[in-house]
């Protein structure tokens, strides 16, 4: 199974900042990897698929990167709704698919 | 616009077989271009995914639950459904019901992550 690994558990940052969250897999994963926003007492939102292309109608500010084992989403200037949990997942042809255990990303 | 919707009871006895419908709209499950997923999330814990079929029969299925899971679809209902036998406190959860769109790259399919959730549903297993 590949273990996917996200850091900070915590982010803490103010409105208009930059965010940046890693993720890093147990091994290779190409760049079958996705990133979802969750917000409480919702279902996921994908945001990022293929390690860097935005899902339809996310905005821009959201950009995905890295491929291998090594992974990064930025959120370029933070917004009120961006303050949730973001989870990365990949889905290689090799099951199961494994999500990494989140990071919040809250309000300082 | 594409919906997808989770069924079922949300009370489960330990030991007993936790059954869950996703009835889908504005897409087909036959459709020969998505997975269809079940995936749960424990209250306050992280995501794990349970299974996936294909329109042509094949599935993939969790190995840490794979002896207790079954993954069927109805086409005729534009459902599809999950079974979990024998379960415990420990499959607590909400369970999503998702899709997975496929695309291709360099010759070969490539799944494009889960774009579609439903809302969840959840399930308690208690006496």
């Known amino acids: 199974e590949i273990v996917l690994t996200q850091s900070p558990a915590t982010l803490s940052v103010s409105p208009g900042e930059r965010a940046t969250l890693s993720c890093r897999a147990s091994?290779?994963?190409?760049?079958?990897l996705a990133w979802y926003q969750q917000e409480p007492g919702q279902a996921p939102r994908l945001l990022i698929y293929g390690a860097s292309t935005r899902a339809t109608g996310i905005p821009a500010r959201f950009s995905g990167s890295g491929s291998g084992t090594e992974f990064t989403l930025t959120i370029s200037s933070l917004q009120s709704e961006d303050f949730a949990v973001y989870y990365c997942q990949q889905y290689t042809n090799r099951p199961p698919w494994t999500f990494g255990q989140g990071t919040k990303v809250e309000m300082k | 616009q594409v919906q997808l919707q989770e069924s079922g009871p949300g009370l489960v006895k330990p030991s007993e077989t936790l059954s869950l419908t996703c009835t889908v709209s504005?897409?087909?499950?036959?459709?020969?271009?998505?997975?269809w997923s079940w995936i749960r999330q424990p209250p306050g814990k992280g995501l794990e995914w349970i299974a996936y079929f294909y329109h042509s029969g094949s599935t993939s299925y969790n190995p840490s639950l794979k002896s207790r899971v079954t993954i069927s679809v109805d086409t005729s209902k534009n459902q599809f459904s999950l079974k979990l036998s024998s379960v415990t406190a420990a499959d607590t959860a909400v369970y999503y019901c998702a899709r997975s769109p496929l695309g291709i790259k360099w010759g070969a399919a490539v799944v494009l992550g889960l774009d579609y959730w439903g809302q969840g549903t959840l399930v308690t297993v208690s006496s």
């Open positions: 091994q290779s994963v190409s760049s079958n």
């Open positions: 504005g897409g087909s499950v036959s459709n020969g271009t998505y997975y």
